[in-house]
């Protein structure tokens, strides 16, 4: 079963949501503060993170740079807990690699079942393991498997997000995608957090590949994106 790391510095809360999802099938490990919590991370092995933002000694975000910057962490989904609902605590989520992002309050039944739809994306993964792995665009080469971009010796390690991103560009070289098919392809659904996020891993992909001048990836007015190289 996965495990999962819950790092929460209410201390009521915390357990309450630690023993709910023990009690539905997910071990959880339970730290209180962000210190803490990377601690649990270096000395463990999860599937899944949850984070509250606004904890002492080391808040969410800055929890979720460290391990995605880990040896594993780049491969474990980041869920946001934040008492917060503001647009830019949104996107600077995101921007740290945040794959989901739960205002409190909130119903543990919600988290539980973006939990869930955030496992079975992750899983579904490594069932394209006999197609091509191994795309090339423009002057780099993409291997999706080990989620490296690699360009004249210089090699990019991707997040799980940037590497399902490019791979599913790849497929549709020279082609649109329309924004709400990628969102459906990678996050699931096409809801507005889903699409700041999506808009964030692009830019981000931009910059990967702003080393060669021939790759756009093109915004198309009222069709989505196209891949062009």
Known sequence: MPKLLLVEDDANLGVLLQEY????????????????????????????????????????????????????????????????????DTIQ??????????????????????IEAILRRYRRQPEAAEESNVYQVGTYTFDYQHQQLSRNGDTTRLTS????????????????ISRSFALKMIWGDDSYFNAR????????????????????????????FKLIA
């Open 93 to 114: 989520g995101f921007r740290v690699g945040a794959d989901d992002y739960v205002t409190k309050p909130f119903d543990r039944e919600e988290l539980l079942l973006r």
């Open 21 to 88: 999802l023990i009690y539905k099938g997910y071990p959880t490990d339970l730290a209180t503060d962000g210190q803490q919590g990377w601690q649990y991370f270096v000395d463990g092995q999860y599937d899944l993170c949850i984070f509250d933002v606004m904890m002492p000694k080391k808040d969410g975000f800055s929890l979720a740079k460290e391990v995605r910057m880990s040896g594993y962490g780049h491969e474990v989904p980041i869920i946001f807990l934040t008492a917060k609902s503001m647009k830019e």
């Open 161 to 176: 997000k940037e590497s399902e991103l490019l791979r599913l560009f790849c497929q549709n070289l020279n082609q649109p």
């Open 197 to 224: 996020s999506m808009d964030v891993y692009i830019t981000k992909l931009r910059k990967h590949l702003r080393g060669d001048d021939s790759i756009q990836i093109m915004n198309l007015h009222g069709e989505g």
